[in-house]
């Protein structure tokens, strides 16, 4: 019985191959479009994760003490006391961490050993650099390059100069791409660095870098003794620690720990993303609702095609209930040929999608994607993709069946064979 159904069903979608061809392709389309989206959003996201946490620190100490919450002095006054504020007084210290080689031995000690990969102080500082008749407000920070090349592997990012040259030229710079190309700069190209006081400096580029990520491709290194005479800074005082730890997505439970060790607040490289990583998650939603609808879209499609197999197959149906076959097997053949044309569908739909997402991921464009700047898109390869997509398509595809297969069941033998029109 099973094989004779899966024949009928198989003359059935051969005899209208046009319309056959073209529902598959409809939903060969859909399913590729659905799974090359699902495979940009979702490669954005991993390459956006995967870049920061390769340069930047999975956990930054930031030069802000952790204090007490003030007493509140009101709370057991009588109910006619007032309060009134006599001066606003405003915090003129700056967010630092002072004595921050106290901090560095203890994470450097053999208590942190099993968590803690690297730590590099710095100081980060906003100034005006101007080269010619060009000018530009950056972003500076001051390291202690061996440390921060243990966090941010800058050494392998250079695309011009080297580290050693930066440490044996003073008042020497690793400049940002982005800013190298707003600016004009070129290696051992000098500039004056206007800081918020002091006198200019005259600067040199001792190398530029490209991390790929905007922020960081927005900033100039400098030595840390050299950013600590821009600020005006005390040698024991920096603006902050960065952290690479050995897990980075389970980094939590140390900068709470560090919080309470060090008395300053610790902040994760995802809550310093948190706006991104939301916009993300927003986008995969946006995403997974247009998955749904596009499926139903396809699903429409398959039943247009069975609605219309049932119109002109009406005789034959009536033909085969008048042999003994039953409603519940009509019923059947009709799911097995929604079935049919939803797993051929997908299944060239897969192939398709494979190219297309080959392609996007080998255009020789540079593109600047949010964030990020790459060639080409990042996208992601996640079998996982495939299927939930392959899958939801064959079911609402099969769905979508039941409603011309219910009509068929109904149909009354007698009546169908009376009908001349038929």
């Not at 019985?1 to 059935?12: E, G, K, N, P, Q």
């Not at 979608?13 to 699902?38: E, H, P």
């Amino acid at each position: 019985m099973v094989r004779t159904l899966f024949s009928i069903a198989l003359r059935h979608l051969f005899g209208r191959k046009r319309q056959s061809l073209t529902t598959i392709a409809g939903v060969a389309v859909s399913t590729m479009v659905l799974i090359t989206t699902i495979s940009l959003t979702r490669g954005l996201l991993d390459s956006f994760v995967a870049t920061i946490v390769d340069v930047a620190p999975h956990i930054t100490i930031e030069g802000k003490p952790i204090e007490s919450l003030p007493v509140d002095l009101l709370s057991d006054a009588e109910a006619q006391r007032h309060a009134f504020v006599d001066e606003n007084i405003q915090k003129e210290d700056r967010d630092e961490v002072r004595n921050y080689r106290q901090v560095l031995e203890v994470l450097d000690s053999k208590q942190y050993a099993g968590e803690v990969v690297a730590v590099s102080p710095f100081i980060e500082s906003r100034v005006i650099v101007i080269k010619g008749n060009k000018s530009q407000p950056i972003s500076m920070k001051g390291v202690v390059i061996e440390r921060e090349n243990a966090i941010s592997g800058i050494e392998d990012k250079l695309t011009a100069g080297d580290l050693a040259f930066f440490e044996t030229t003073p008042n020497a710079l690793l400049v940002g791409r982005t800013v190298a190309m707003d600016m004009g700069l070129e290696l051992h190209d000098e500039m004056s660095v206007v800081p918020v006081s002091g006198p200019v400096r005259q600067c040199k580029v001792a190398g530029i870098f490209f991390s790929g990520v905007n922020a960081i491709d927005n900033t100039v290194f400098v030595s840390l003794k050299f950013g600590q005479i821009l600020e005006n800074l005390p040698a024991d005082k920096v603006s902050g620690i960065g952290i690479k730890v050995v897990d980075p997505l389970a980094n939590e439970p140390l900068a709470g720990v560090l919080e309470r060790v060090t008395g300053y607040n610790c902040i994760t490289w995802q809550e310093d993303n948190a706006s991104v990583l939301s916009l993300f998650n927003r986008i995969g939603f946006i995403v997974f609702s247009l998955v749904a609808f596009v499926g139903v879209v396809s699903g429409f499609g398959v039943a247009n095609i069975l609605v219309t197999t049932v119109f002109e197959k009406s005789r034959d149906i009536a033909i085969m209930k008048s042999y003994g076959f039953s409603a519940g097997s009509l019923v059947g053949m009709f799911i097995l040929e929604g079935f049919l044309v939803g797993f051929a569908g997908t299944l060239a739909g897969g192939v398709l999608a494979t190219g297309s997402i080959n392609l996007l991921a080998n255009i020789p464009v540079e593109t600047s994607q949010g964030p990020l700047t790459k060639t080409g898109f990042s996208m992601s390869w996640n079998p996982l993709y495939f299927l939930f997509v392959m899958l939801l398509t064959v079911f609402i595809s099969t769905i979508a069946a039941t409603i011309p297969s219910t009509r068929a069941a109904k149909l009354e033998p007698v009546e169908v064979l009376r009908d001349s029109s038929l």
